[in-house]
């Protein structure tokens, strides 16, 4: 009897032309917004390379220790799912002068867009006159008539609608893959496409919740027309109005020092102040190589650079006092730039701490909405959301330790070969060690991604319990 | 005659659960926006009275417009500290919002958000109905079967219908407004009221547009279940789709670099100077300023090709996707406000200009200049520049789609079989 209905109900909506309109405009988007932005991939990934040799070129004439960050620091390459998912905009944001404002404007259009705004308006037209539709046309009092129960009639609207709601949404999804996979320049691999797979699965979770809403406002309603209206009450409610609002409330219920001022202070205190403290306790290593040595040393410090380049190799005593002072010196400013760099780190940490909370309650209001749990949930499985940033950040620490590694031993060479090495001097930095990024694994995404999956999973729990509820109390006539 | 269809249609409206329902949404929305808006604004402002330069700091900065509470725009994105470094080089302070990525992921929930989008589902949904409704109840041809012409009973309907919409936003939007207006934080004068009331009637003619579409709709429909659904995907093809696919498509149009490579151009361009002068044969104090003025240049010449580059994309995208309303409903209202693109890029300019009058000053060895610095001004640009940079365009196009949408009804209407 169940197939039964559900064949009835895939029947019915076929032939509507809700489902039609839908088919068409989900097809014709998908397959449009995947080909614009398989170009803006393209574009990206030249870009990105440009980069890459813009600074090995540099690095190969100009590079020296003072002056390596950030230019030595590693780069994000393109997103391998940026045809199909935007995810978190790029150059929106990166305290640029000329920081891109247009994303700020117009949100990019992606597959999420697909998902969140035309396939839950879908299913929320599939589902609003599911129940009290069929009370209105009489059809409802006729099948509760037979002998089928009212659970097998709610469970076969259920899977009958959801899977008329599938067969746009997946025919769009596959074309778009299809139009990936054909693409010789578009690297996917297994993995891409398994998380191509959960991301899907991930939209059918979300496609779901919204039938059900509609469902569950048909069965709580008599009429049509108003659980129409209602269904859309509640899905601007959660898609439009919620997930915008929870950063806002989040910023005002807890505040954090103003960014700003705190990277001042940061420069202030590893600048100026270190200059002074550096310049302090160098003075302090002169005074003390004045006492020891006299006129000569006087003598020494009115050389300049390149005079004391032939100087100190022509005379081993000048060069022995040359090398120890040089040494206590850049001891003096290393110990400043220690001092100055804990004061530093004390309240980066603090302003960090406090936008940690304040991102987490932001994170955890929205997650009062569905879209919000599927905005997280899709970012993060197609690794272009927050996860993948703070992925990026831990590997760029980490590479950031083997580079330090690498420099300081280079450097250590670099005097035993010329004593005359300082910051300032050239190194040939062609055989560091590469930066050579992997996606993080997809098992470990998709662990990050359960809770929010699992939210969503508990959104369609709550409304098929409703409607079943409903539903069983319903006066079909 | 006229005056009764109108009377009977708003009673209709006023009775409906559609009247209950969209009201509220509008209380809701409308409430909860400018109130987070206005806290936001507050932020925003304590931040600005926090970084205000001392004469000896050669930081431009803009306060944040009392109007970024309606529209909020890019005003956070114009409210960063500009400070002026070595050699013509600008550092940016970051937003306050840029430590918690979720406001990136999300739309800012302003009063522009609400009435391109919320508030245009509310026109399309009070419409959407007004005819097909009609013709499935019966009514419509009962009342076409006594002396009423038809272009009567639809400017009846329009006006009903569109009133029973529109008051109950304006009187709520002004009730917020006087709310907010209360705290000494935000004074308006005469010009931010005038800026004010042009908002409102632009987003009354955006909103006509949507209802005449919902109107047309429904006299192109045999049945309002149909009309439904045909005007919930045409609004989401134009307030969402084309908008935002016209500002990814015009970037097919017009190559940009990316940010980040010009920030790497930047940085090539400073380590490379200093890098040479440190090895270079001669170290006085006209070297230095050479180079600093190479790299004054070099920078100069690297924004002078980028902006162009960018304001073309701008252009473009505001050409493409100027075809749906509410884009160039969202230019209208951001430049109204002064947070749209046109003064940003006036922002970026004047920015400029104020570096060009303080970069050569004196530094100190971290790379501070230092001396006595004229304060930055800036003054947002007037409504009449405004009017004349586009201004009067977007709006000419909002009322030509108002146009188009009621005479495409009108002749829908004309045609329509009421039977």
Redesign the interface.
Known sequence: MLTTIIFKEIHDNILN??FI??FI?CVL?TL??VM??T??YR??VK?YG??IS??DD?LGK?A?RN?LY??ILP?KPPDAFRPLMVG??????????????????????DLM?IVT??MS?LAI?FSY?AVSGERESGTLKLISSNSVSRASILVGKWVGGTISLLIPFLFSVLAGGLYIAIQPDLPWDTSAWLSFVMLVLASVTFISVFYLLGLFVSAVTRS???S???S??LW??LV??L??????????LK??P????V??EVFHLT??ER?EVGRKLSQQVRDKYQKQYGKPFEDYLAL?E?EIRARVSADPQLMAMHESFRKEVDQAWEEANRIQGEKARKIQED??LK?ES??RL??QL?CLSPY?DY?FTA?DISGT??RS?RYFEGITEEYSGVLWDYLQKKEVAAKARDPLFDE?S?IDLGDRPRFEYREEPLRARLKGVLPYWGVLLVFNCIFFAGAFVAFIRYDVR | MLGTIIRKEIQENLFSYRFLVITLLTVVLVFTSLLVMYRDYQLRLENYELLRPTSSQPVAIIPPSPLSIFINGLDANLGRGYEIRFGGTIMVGSKQQSVNTLFRMFTTPDLLYVVKAVMALCALLFAFNAISGEKESGTIRLLLANRLGRTELLIGKWIGGFASLAVPFVLLVLVGTVLVTLSPQVQFGPDEWLRLSLLLAAALVYLAVFYSLGVCISALCRRSASALVISLFTWAVLVFVIPNLGNIFARQLVEVPSVQSLEIRRQVIWIKEIFEFIHGQTRSREEIQKRMATINSENDRLIADYRGLFNSLVDKTKEISRISPAAAYTFLATDLAGTGLLEERRAKQAVLEYKNLVWDKPTDSSGKIEGDFSAFSYQRSSLREIMAQGGLINLAILLLFNTIAFSAAYVAFLRYDVR
């Open positions: 032309l809700r309109v839908g405009l988007l449009s917004c614009i932005l170009h803006d574009q990206e870009d440009t980069r813009q600074v540099f100009y020296h002056r950030p230019l780069q978190i905009p790029r150059d929106a944001d990166l305290g640029s002068f000329d920081d891109n404002p247009l994303p700020a404007i117009f949100p990019p259009l867009f705004i035309i308006l037209l006159d049509a027309a108003v129409i209206l209602s859309i009450f601007v409610l439009l109005v997930p915008n609002l929870s950063p806002f409330l989040a910023a005002q505040r954090i103003s960014v700003n001022k990277n001042r600048q100026e200059d300049a390149n302003l960090k936008a304040q991102t932001a994170r929205a919000a905005a970012t959301g927050m940033l300032n050239f």
